[in-house]
């Protein structure tokens, strides 16, 4: 199978701007750990997101809400250590930039310095305005999120489809515009119409990455842990499973069990 690996020898926002402009699509997955990340990065994959999804199929909470910022530095330095290639976007975790905008610059300033990571995640529209500015103004590039944005989940009370009412889809335009003027180099859009995240990529310059938004955006991002079937339960209508590893590592496992349970293994050539 090929590997779709460009000629860019390392991914920037600048780059990513370009690819938006040639219309070449862009790839990004969750990362999260150093072994993960050294074989994503080595595909070929355009931006890593160490998304706040880590408190759910990293820590088997039942949303992102749990995840402190220490923790989303810990996996964001493990995964900045194994890329060579790929832009590194780290989520800001819930409860670390809503307050104030001081306390969003301090969290930003702290994943930047303390994981070496390239940019920074946060979610909403209009009500973090000043944070996304503060936070650009101190020299951090900055990932819009808006749609549904899983810190918010609460408020919304489910996980179903978003902004497919007339005034929500207004409101999320008016956001997406305010992102990008506010300077924002990219725009997450997640579970929304398809023909609403097309109408946002339009009329945005800058790249616009849907999960669950449809083809007509310039990228998408799923979740690796989802896309690579290691989650069993998770199965929205938007996921792409592309591979079986649940079952992979069953049978590997498995195999293992019985070969240790029946003393074949180590064998005489794995032994000293
Ligand atoms: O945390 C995450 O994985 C995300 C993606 C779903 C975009 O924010």
């Known amino acids: 199978m090929s590997v779709h690996k460009s000629?860019?020898?390392?991914?920037?926002?600048?780059?990513?701007?370009?690819?938006?402009?040639?219309?070449?699509?862009?790839?990004?997955?969750?990362a999260y750990d150093y072994s993960m990340a050294r074989i994503l990065d080595a595909g070929g994959i355009d931006v890593l997101l160490?998304?706040?999804?880590?408190?759910?199929?990293?820590?088997?909470?039942?949303?992102?809400?749990?995840?402190?910022?220490?923790?989303?530095?810990?996996?964001?330095?493990?995964?900045?250590?194994?890329?060579?290639?790929?832009?590194?976007?780290?989520?800001?975790?819930?409860?670390?930039?809503?307050?104030?905008?001081?306390?969003?610059?301090?969290?930003?300033?702290r994943i930047m310095k303390e994981?070496?990571?390239?940019?920074?995640?946060?979610?909403?529209?209009?009500?973090?305005?000043?944070?996304?500015?503060?936070?650009?103004s101190a020299g951090v590039p900055v990932m819009g999120h808006l749609g549904l944005t899983p810190q918010s989940i609460y408020k919304f009370g489910t996980y179903s489809v978003r902004a497919k009412e007339e005034a929500e889809a207004e409101k999320l335009i008016?956001?997406?515009?305010?992102?990008?003027?506010?300077?924002?180099?990219?725009?997450?859009?997640?579970?929304?119409?398809?023909?609403?995240a097309e109408k946002v990529a339009q009329r945005l310059r800058i790249p616009v990455i849907g999960i669950g938004a449809g083809p007509k955006v310039d990228g998408q991002v799923l979740v690796v842990h989802d896309m690579l079937g290691i989650t069993k339960d998770f199965k929205p209508r938007f996921l792409r499973r592309y591979a079986d590893l649940n079952q992979v590592i069953t049978e590997a496992v498995s195999h293992y069990i019985a070969d240790v349970k029946s003393s074949s293994f180590p064998n005489d050539k794995e032994s000293y």
Not at 91 to 107: M, V
């Open 115 to 136: 994981s070496g990571a390239h940019a920074v995640k946060v979610e909403g529209g209009s009500e973090i305005k000043e944070s996304v500015m503060r936070i650009i």
């Open 174 to 196: 008016e956001d997406a515009l305010l992102l990008e003027s506010c300077g924002c180099f990219a725009l997450v859009l997640e579970k929304i119409p398809s023909k609403l």
């Open 50 to 109: 160490v998304g706040d999804s880590a408190s759910n199929v990293m820590a088997g909470n039942e949303t992102t809400l749990p995840i402190t910022l220490d923790h989303m530095i810990w996996h964001a330095s493990s995964v900045v250590k194994a890329v060579e290639r790929a832009l590194v976007v780290v989520d800001i975790p819930f409860g670390s930039y809503q307050a104030n905008s001081s306390e969003a610059l301090r969290s930003a300033i």
């Open 7 to 30: 000629d860019i020898k390392k991914v920037t926002t600048h780059q990513l701007q370009e690819m938006k402009s040639r219309g070449e699509k862009i790839s990004m997955l969750t």
